[in-house]
């Protein structure tokens, strides 16, 4: 499988930042993989923020739940991370990943990674 990141590089404070991974290889409706976004900000560890489940179901990290909204196209085999109110803060490599199961995790190992996107949040 290969995922590919990809959506604005710099995004103004207390906008939305939308990022889209393009997925090849899989189909994001196969049991059961979940679709996955996380980010790692500058000098910190990977924050999981959310995921897609092969059913369509969505499932967030708490803190990030009231902000953040994951969807897909089928059609194109993507989806679609939406990240509202965005403060500096939100500056980070962000990442879509594959997991069988849903893990809720950091660990790298629990993933098939893409490559990663930054973005910068201005203030």
């Not at 923020?49 to 994951?70: C, E, F, N």
Request: with cysteine; charged share 15%; net charge positive.
């Amino acid at each position: 499988v290969q995922l590919q990141e990809s959506g604005p590089g710099l995004v103004n404070s207390s906008q939305t930042l939308s990022l889209t991974c393009t997925v090849s290889g899989d189909s994001i409706t196969i049991s059961s993989w979940y679709w996955n976004w996380l980010r790692q900000p500058p000098g910190k560890g990977l924050q999981w923020m959310g995921a897609i489940a092969y059913t369509g179901g969505a499932y967030y990290d708490p803190d990030l739940k009231s902000r953040t909204t994951i969807s897909r196209d089928t059609s194109k085999n993507q989806f679609t991370l939406h990240l509202s109110s965005v403060t500096p803060e939100g500056t980070a490599v962000y990442y879509c990943a594959r997991s069988f199961g849903l893990r809720r995790s950091s660990e790298r190992s629990d993933y098939n990674w893409g490559q990663g996107t930054q973005v910068t949040v201005s203030s």
